[in-house]
Nanobody
Framework: VQLVESGGGLVQPGGSLRLSCAAS????????MNWVRQAPEKGAEWVST???????WYADSVKDRFTTSRDNTKNTLILQMNSLRSEDTAVYYC????????????????RGQGTQVTVSG
């Protein structure tokens, strides 16, 4: 399994960024995929899940601002982030094999190296 994120950077509050994740080494079109993020000195936070069917769920903190999509022809996962806030600052990871316990996000079996998103200005 290989997951490679890109697209992070520095953006002012209210701005937008588009993250991409190139996936390989497994049947991407058959797989549920996730975005998680980790802010400095904080635990990993689940952001979004997209099923192989295309159905998507979002954390309340990003709902109506972030959009997750996938291109199965290119084995690519996308996170479009709009109306960014300072509290969105974190390293964003594309992830596979994530688990929840009692409705709480636990961890993921596979994550990429991450891409830094900094909202400041």
């Amino acid at each position: 399994v290989q997951l490679v994120e890109s697209g992070g950077g520095l953006v002012q509050p209210g701005g937008s960024l588009r993250l991409s994740c190139a996936a390989s080494g497994f049947p991407f079109s058959d797989s549920s995929m996730n975005w998680v993020r980790q802010a400095p000195e904080k635990g990993a936070e689940w952001v979004s899940t997209i099923l192989n069917t295309g159905r998507v769920w979002y954390a309340d903190s990003v709902k109506d601002r972030f959009t997750t999509s996938r291109d199965n022809t290119k084995n690519t996962l996308i996170l479009q982030m709009n109306s960014l806030r300072s509290e969105d600052t974190a390293v964003y990871y594309c992830a596979k094999g994530c688990t929840w316990k009692g409705g709480s996000f636990q961890n993921c079996e596979y994550r990429g190296q991450g891409t830094q998103v900094t909202v400041s200005g």
